[in-house]
């Protein structure tokens, strides 16, 4: 049997996945530069809401065997990615 947990952040990647491959889709159906750049810029705020989304749902199913030192760490990573993923 496949733990519920393990099943949400499967099911959101697949879904971040799909909406990626339509987009790319939906760019080739545009056929311009400036119109693909658009739907390109819209998936930049996928990325990140997937991430923490998915990294959040883990952090729960597995937070009664971590210590708070343990989640703190976790937090500055994953806000140390976003950092460096939306800094410009």
Do not use: F, H
Not at 15 to 20: C, F, M, T, W
């Amino acid at each position: 049997m496949i733990d519920k947990i393990v099943l949400s952040m499967a099911s959101i990647r697949i879904l971040s996945g799909s909406i990626e491959v339509l987009a790319a889709l939906l760019m080739l159906r545009l056929n311009q530069p400036e119109k693909a750049l658009a739907v390109n810029t819209a998936l930049a705020l996928v990325g990140p809401i997937v991430l923490i989304t998915t990294t959040s749902i883990g952090v729960i199913g597995i937070a009664d065997k971590l210590s708070w030192g343990k989640i703190g760490w976790i937090v500055c990573g994953v806000g140390c990615i976003l950092i460096g993923i939306l800094k410009k």
